[in-house]
């Protein structure tokens, strides 16, 4: 009897060795976010919370804030100088957030399906971190060099232009209301070029290379492997790309800031920046942090529908795999 009850275990405790693992709580790692969520609630959500009541008042910075309620906003719907500077706002879109991942697309493909195959993998690598380099270097350093080279007098683009005989296309590129637009739209394109490539070279790593090989089996070329292959296979690093570079191009001040100052009368002046003249320059704090508060909310619901549809065209992918 003693023996069946020591092997059937009767009335005695399990011992520790037979018990289960202890597993931690899901909570628990709250208390890693925790840092986190603080630095979040101490540098963005009440700065922005701060902001969006100074933007209710008329206030010059010091003193007591006088409550005008919504004359801020009703100002800003009407000032016709806030409409012109988000319309700049929709031309750096263009310049830093499409025409950087159209050329990134066709350089990232051209550098990883035709340069490291026929150049070797180092010289890419150089190629890519070249082009990267812009975004490596501060925004003032860039747009001090640029205010250099577009100089309208002893400037590097114009010298050159007059050496090769085309004088008469020298111009005043960051002094000319006509064109000044343009020529930061061109600076930034230059900056921001390197981040599209880099993401996308990166996607194509996972892209499996059966895909290419079949292709090319296929008779297929370069361009058509591109626009069959490596387009809808990198399609969420396209997404992403397209979303991070459009809300840096909404909220572009660096640039401006250093190259134009918003001018020549007004030519380049965006959002950010133009928040930025009524909060310092015109000491109209109030209005100032309307203005801020109208573009965050512009961003951040640009990010949730970008997000949003992601998420649809992620989803719609897997239902047609399944």
């Not at 990134?104 to 051209?110: D, I, K, Q, R, S």
């Not at 380099?133 to 100089?151: E, K, N, T």
């Not at 190259?259 to 380049?268: D, E, F, Q, S, V």
């Not at 909060?279 to 100032?288: I, M, W």
Request: net charge neutral; glycine share 10%; proline share 6%.
């Amino acid at each position: 009897m003693t023996v069946l009850a020591e092997r059937s275990g009767g009335g005695q405790a399990p011992s520790k060795a037979a018990r289960p693992p202890h597993r931690p709580r899901h909570n628990s790692y709250a208390l890693f976010l925790l840092p986190g969520g603080l630095a979040f609630l101490a540098v963005v959500v009440l700065p922005f919370l701060m902001n969006t009541g100074v933007s209710f008042t008329d206030w010059q910075g010091v003193g007591s804030p006088k409550w005008t309620g919504l004359d801020n906003y009703r100002r800003l719907l009407e000032d016709d100088a806030f409409w012109e500077s988000f319309r700049h706002s929709l031309a750096m879109v263009v310049a830093m957030a499409v025409l950087p991942t159209a050329v990134g697309l066709v350089l990232a493909a051209a550098l990883f399906d035709f340069v490291a195959k026929h150049f070797g993998s180092k010289t890419a690598a150089v190629l890519r971190a070249c082009f990267y380099l812009p975004q490596v270097l501060p925004i003032a350093v860039a747009g001090i060099v640029w205010s250099w080279i577009l100089a309208p007098e002893n400037g590097s683009l114009n010298e050159l232009l007059k050496a090769i005989g085309l004088g008469s296309l020298q111009q005043d590129w960051l002094g000319d209301p006509d064109i000044a637009l343009y020529s930061v739209m061109g600076v930034m394109v230059w900056v921001q070029i390197g981040f599209p490539l880099v993401v996308f070279m990166s996607g194509l790593q996972r892209v499996d290379p059966g895909l290419y090989e079949a292709a090319e089996l296929d008779g297929a070329g370069w361009w058509q492997r591109f626009w069959h292959v490596t387009l809808p296979q990198i399609r969420p690093e396209i997404y992403v790309v397209l979303l991070w570079c459009t809300i840096a191009a909404l909220k572009v001040f660096g640039a401006v800031y250093v190259l134009t100052k918003g001018g020549p009368g007004g030519a380049t002046n965006v959002p950010s920046y133009f928040s930025f003249q009524n909060f310092f320059e015109k000491t109209q704090v109030g209005y100032g942090s309307a203005v801020a508060t109208v573009l965050t909310v512009i961003i951040m619901a640009l990010a949730l529908v970008g997000l949003r549809l992601q998420t649809r065209a992620e989803d719609a992918e897997e239902g047609v795999a399944r």
